[in-house]
């Protein structure tokens, strides 16, 4: 079983949608998730950054982790066509090294 | 936020000379970066976790001779990919720890498109 399992997609929605992308993971131990926005042939940017179980807002961004299912969400209202790119959630690797595995990522694509 | 360079952003080479790749920390000083490499349409791939004043750790199948690292300064790291073969052909990524009051996440650079004829 991988560590992180994020459905690939492609995602594709109008314009104005809200979006709902999804990661698990399987470690009980993981405390940090993070979102990252990678555009094509670019570096990931950190969008999201969490700590334990809860939600998290941050304009149009919501990141939300839920442990005991051991999901977490990310959900991205009044979606814009900027927002087309790959989505990928990550944790880090373990306790001390603090390197990220990476889910597969979705990409998303909203439709002007 | 914080801001990671690397340079060069793209780079052609023949098959066996050597290629570095430079990553800096523009605004905060990271002990800690790590390097990635990324296939087209897959996910990022830990390649080795690069210490400040240390030998660099390298994840399981990497050559350590042949990916070398150098974590010169707080702000610096290098990855020099020797004798490169086609097959090593990639994007290559690196981010930069940065460790503050609450916050501990990783800042990735612009990657670096290596094309080995």
């Known amino acids: 079983q991988k560590e992180v399992e994020q459905d690939p997609g492609p995602l594709s929605v109008p314009e104005g949608a809200i979006v709902s992308l999804n990661c698990t993971y399987s470690?009980?131990?993981?405390?940090?998730f993070m979102w990252y926005r990678q555009y094509s042939r670019k570096g990931p940017e950190l969008l999201m950054y969490?700590?334990?179980?809860g939600n998290k807002e941050d304009g149009r961004f919501t990141a939300q982790v839920d442990k005991s299912s051991k999901y977490i969400s990310l959900f991205i209202r009044d979606s814009q066509p900027s927002d087309s790119a790959t989505y990928l959630c990550?944790?880090?690797?373990?306790?001390?090294?603090?390197?990220?595995?990476f889910g597969s990522g979705t990409r998303l694509q909203v439709q002007p | 936020g914080a801001v990671v360079s690397q340079h060069p952003s793209r780079v052609i080479c023949k098959s066996g000379t050597s290629v570095k790749i430079e990553c800096r920390s523009l605004?905060?000083?990271?002990?800690?970066m790590f390097w990635y490499r990324q296939f087209p349409k897959q996910s990022l791939m830990l390649m080795a976790t690069?210490?400040?004043?240390?030998?660099?750790?390298?994840e399981q199948g990497v050559e350590k001779d042949k990916f070398l690292i150098n974590h010169a300064s707080l702000t610096l790291s290098t990855l020099t990919v020797t004798s490169a073969h086609p097959e090593d052909s990639s994007f290559y990524i690196c981010?930069?720890?940065?460790?503050?009051?609450?916050?501990?996440?990783?800042?990735f650079g612009p990657g670096t498109r290596l094309t080995v004829l």
């Open positions: 981010s930069a720890r940065k460790v503050g009051m609450g916050t501990d996440t990783q800042y």
């Open positions: 470690n009980s131990a993981f405390q940090y």
């Open positions: 969490t700590y334990s179980s």
């Open positions: 990550a944790i880090p690797y373990y306790t001390g090294r603090r390197a990220l595995t």
């Open positions: 605004d905060f000083q990271a002990t800690t």
């Open positions: 690069s210490n400040e004043g240390s030998k660099a750790t390298y």
